[in-house]
């Protein structure tokens, strides 16, 4: 059962500290926290729940406070609790009445925050940021237009309804900046070898917990443990062991798990599925499939299949061909982002490896529908730029950078000069996504379960957008300060004589 707080913003003056005086309005959660979108990620949090059965479960400003200040922070989820006790700026962001010395909630709620909050729902309170920020801004500067050459796009409308809604003349402005980059999964590179050598490990493990019933099945084990662990560690000990050794001990490992699987088998046959719980399941599962896998690569002496698993930790993580210096492969989640006036939206992630080119129309299409009109000038790399892509930037009045196709002729020196250009204001994608992953650990997702690692990303790339806002604005604050300051007390005032 779930249950709505109050929605009303609680004032400084009225959050109790334990040893008296109040809060500064200039924190920084006092300031994210009237930039957030409260409203309306209470409607998300919402559906989670049955308003009338169950127990009452933590209000939304709490769980999702909670799993972006760690996010934030880089803390861990004891860490995020452990703070949550300390910082009574950070208990008045969760939105509590006083401070505080009892924990809120257990840090293994962390998990299920983040699953209640999916990455479609992270991405749209990041558009809703943006959307407020961008009013804010028009405000500010007393008109709700930008110049057309600006990569800011303008925010029209009085509502969020106005601004979804294209104009009867619609008119291209701003530009969109895009990209793909990876974000690495937390598993070691894997090998076929040391897979074969986890799986036979785990089945072992499997095989004890089902034979510890006290129901005799005979042998445990067809073959001796400790000369299955010798013969896959002669091998990894060895600085460069030659490919027909490697070879021979991956059928060694596939011939002991397989004998694993069929103890397995008769096990279940006879009575020992209940014994196991859910993990265990999944587990046999995960391994049935590695060994199919391994075993067609070592039949056909190839090292590619589909959907190949990496993990058995994380079955759903894939390889991604990256073709980097130092790292042609990596593994974990790929994401599509793009960037709207030094703003980051995440267009498309999966672990599913994508070509990023053919998704440049929704992306286009995604900005129409943000903004209300399509985008001026779109800029990205080679493989965004095929025939069909073309095709429609030109159709819709868009430019597509890069060198146009067909021979080169004399008179392009213009356009070279315009690929350069683009060439230079695209590195701000780059910027944006090098700042999440030394910054924010979008180069090391921690969590392992996919719908989770997948909001972990999405809140690394809504933290980024709001810790540079946050930048901007104590900048703009501080700069504000000191030209007062000098005003008021350094300006030499002219003596006039009578």
């Not at 913003?9 to 957030?36: I, P």
């Not at 049955?50 to 709490?62: H, L």
């Not at 900046?177 to 897979?195: E, H, N, Q, V």
């Not at 067909?406 to 060439?423: C, F, I, N, S, V």
Request: aromatic share 12%; charged share 30%; with cysteine.
């Amino acid at each position: 059962m779930y249950r709505a707080p109050d929605p009303a913003q609680l004032y400084l003056e009225d959050f109790k500290l334990q040893f008296g005086g109040k809060l500064r309005a200039d924190n920084r959660w006092v300031v994210l926290s009237k930039q957030m979108p409260w409203e309306r990620i209470e409607e998300i949090y919402a559906r989670n729940f049955s308003p009338n059965s169950g127990a009452e479960a933590i209000n939304s400003r709490i769980a999702f406070g909670a799993i972006y200040a760690k996010e934030h922070e880089e803390w861990t989820d004891r860490e995020t609790v452990q703070n949550t006790l300390e910082n009574p700026y950070f208990q008045y962001f969760l939105g509590f009445k006083e401070f505080q010395e009892k924990p809120p909630f257990d840090a293994s709620m962390m998990v299920y925050f983040r699953k209640r909050f999916s990455p479609e729902a992270i991405n749209e309170i990041n558009e809703l940021i943006f959307l407020s920020i961008a009013r804010e801004a028009d405000e500010r500067n007393g008109s709700k237009s930008s110049d057309s050459d600006s990569n800011d796009p303008p925010v029209g409308g009085s509502g969020g309804n106005d601004i979804a809604q294209a104009p009867s003349n619609p008119q291209n402005k701003g530009k969109l900046i895009i990209d793909a980059t990876c974000a690495p999964a937390d598993i070691r590179y894997p090998t076929d070898l040391s897979l074969l050598n986890e799986a036979r490990e785990n089945t072992e493990e499997i095989i004890d917990i089902m034979c510890s019933s006290g129901k005799k099945q005979g042998r445990r084990q067809a073959y001796n443990r400790k000369k299955a662990r010798g013969e896959y560690l002669s091998i990894i000990k060895q600085k460069r062991p030659k490919p027909g050794k490697i070879r021979a001990a991956i059928a060694k490992q596939l011939e002991y798990l397989w004998k694993n699987i069929e103890k397995i088998g008769d096990l279940m046959l006879g009575g020992g599925y209940d014994i196991l719980k859910e993990k265990h399941l999944r587990r046999i599962l995960t391994v049935c499939e590695l060994y199919r896998q391994q075993l067609y690569m070592w039949q056909n002496r190839t090292h590619k299949c589909d959907n190949r698993i990496v993990s058995l930790r994380q079955p759903h993580v894939r390889p991604i061909v990256r073709g980097k210096a130092g790292k042609k492969y990596e593994f974990g989640q790929k994401l599509a982002v793009s960037v709207v006036g030094g703003y980051t939206f995440v267009e498309k992630q999966s672990f599913e490896s994508f070509n990023e080119g053919i998704h440049l129309i929704e992306s286009i299409e995604r900005y129409k529908q943000r903004f209300g009109f399509y985008t001026k000038a779109v800029l990205a790399d080679q493989i965004y730029r095929n025939r069909s892509n073309r095709n429609y930037c030109k159709q819709h009045g868009i430019r597509l950078s890069g060198p146009k196709l067909g021979q080169r002729k004399m008179d392009d020196e213009a356009d070279d000069l315009q690929t350069y250009k683009d060439l230079c204001e695209r590195n701000i994608v780059e910027s944006r996504i090098g700042i999440s992953k030394r910054r924010f650990g979008l180069d090391l997702i921690m969590c392992y379960l996919p719908e989770t690692a997948l909001t972990e990303a999405a809140l690394q790339v809504l933290c980024t957008n709001l810790s540079l806002w946050l930048k901007f604005l104590f900048d703009f604050l501080k700069m504000l300060f000191q030209f007062l300051k000098m005003f008021f007390y350094d300006f030499s005032w002219p003596v006039f004589s009578i």
